[in-house]
């Protein structure tokens, strides 16, 4: 019996949650690669720790998610610490988003999933970003980030 309260606070914990950046780490959908859990809600608060920095996030090429439009299973990013701030992207499918960029130094991510099909998930790869010493990379990454946050 006293593991009970365990094992319920490891799953929770393992689902969501609030990130201040230390050094890059990674956000999954529950049990990534394999199928994810039907009904399930995971919401990150991830926070660079100094106001001026920037958060970067990748997606793992391996994404899995019910497609039917994003109304089911999907991944939403929203570019602050609540749903109140810009979504910046709702995706599903089997096509792996384009790396995101923060403007301030918080992100917000949501997972959720339906009572029926699943799939692998995903995998978030987020760090501090780091301006590239070149000036043209500096540039391709912004364009990067405009054409596919539109």
């Known amino acids: 019996v006293p593991m009970q309260?365990?094992?319920?606070?490891?799953?929770?914990d393992s689902c969501g949650g609030n990130i201040t950046i230390s050094s890059a780490g990674y956000v999954t959908s529950p049990g990534y690669p394999s199928p994810y859990p039907k009904s399930t809600r995971c919401v990150w608060r991830i926070r660079a720790p100094d106001p001026?920095?920037?958060i970067l996030i990748n997606?793992?090429?391996h994404f899995d998610l019910e497609n039917r439009e994003c109304k089911y299973?999907?991944?939403e990013v929203y570019?602050?610490?609540?749903?109140?701030?810009?979504?910046?992207g709702?995706?599903?499918?089997?096509?792996?988003?384009?790396?995101?960029?923060?403007?301030?130094?918080?992100?917000?991510i949501k997972f959720i999933s339906d009572y029926e099909t699943n799939g692998a998930g995903f995998s978030i790869r987020y760090e501090v970003y780091q301006k590239p010493g070149n000036r043209m990379a500096s540039i391709h990454m912004v364009g990067h980030m405009l054409i596919n946050t539109c």
């Open 79 to 88: 570019d602050g610490d609540s749903e109140e701030a810009l979504m910046v």
């Open 5 to 12: 309260p365990w094992c319920g606070l490891f799953r929770q």
């Open 59 to 61: 997606f793992n090429p």
């Open 52 to 54: 001026q920095q920037k």
């Open 73 to 75: 299973d999907y991944v």
């Open 90 to 108: 709702k995706f599903c499918g089997k096509i792996s988003p384009p790396a995101l960029l923060s403007t301030g130094n918080s992100l917000l």
